[in-house]
């Protein structure tokens, strides 16, 4: 099993552009989840699945989409990439008590 | 508002000396509790968990945490560290009664092991 993947690992946009980060788990777990991660700031939410047709906000959502088509897949979807949104972006998937995380996309919007 | 605090967001210590780094949450109800390790570079590693029984948890390389219910802590430590295990360590909360599994992290700490 490869657990959580992502795709891709680096990418670099322009303000105004957009994007779509892929995250698969083949763990066949219910629950998926996005993070961004910000130095001293933790992880902080961003939406989150707890199933195939479900998504909802987190407490960070704004400027990202989500959609849950599959048990397996759970991209993240910027439609208009600001500064301020450079982070790194993880993936997770598992059960509403434990978290399996993948790799980290490192963004960059200059 | 409830949240997960740690003590220490840069910690700088020799090789073979002890680690301990504090974690503290302000939840009232039933929590799952995590450390995770985060290498340069890589990704989230979970290091241990405490669900219940034993408040004494052992985790991989060597690392131990001790949940203190009485004083919402979930302090890690390790007796002897490596250079290798320089890394940013976070601990975790996720709260039973939320209707799904919100993990709530907290800041991270940055330890850096000198040879």
């Known amino acids: 099993n490869a657990g959580v993947t992502q795709t891709p690992k680096f990418r670099i946009l322009k303000i105004g552009q957009s994007m779509t980060l892929q995250c698969t788990q083949d763990?066949?777990?219910?629950?998926m989840y996005w993070y961004r991660q910000d130095p001293g700031m933790g992880l902080k939410l961003i939406y989150y699945s707890v199933g195939a047709g479900i998504t909802d906000k987190g407490e960070v959502p704004n400027g990202y989409n989500v959609s849950r088509s599959t048990t397996e897949d759970f991209p993240l979807r910027l439609e208009l990439a600001a500064p301020s949104q450079t982070s790194v972006y993880f993936c997770?998937?598992?059960?509403?008590?434990?978290?399996?995380f993948g790799p980290g996309t490192r963004l960059t919007v200059t | 508002a409830q949240s997960v605090s740690q003590h220490n967001h840069h910690v700088i210590l020799s090789e073979a000396a002890s680690l301990e780094l504090g974690c503290n949450y302000s939840y009232g109800g039933t929590v799952n509790l995590f450390w995770y390790v985060q290498y340069p570079g890589q990704h989230l590693q979970l290091l241990l968990k405490?669900?219940?029984?034993?408040?004494l948890v052992k985790g991989i390389k060597g690392f131990e945490a001790e949940f203190i219910k009485s004083k919402f802590s979930f302090n890690l430590r390790k007796p002897s560290v490596q250079w290798s295990d320089t890394a940013e360590y976070f601990c975790a909360v996720i709260l039973l009664t939320d209707s799904w599994g919100k993990l709530q992290f907290g800041a991270g700490t940055q330890v850096v092991v000198t040879p």
């Open positions: 763990m066949n777990h219910n629950y």
């Open positions: 997770a998937g598992g059960t509403d008590y434990e978290q399996y």
């Open positions: 405490y669900f219940s029984g034993d408040p």
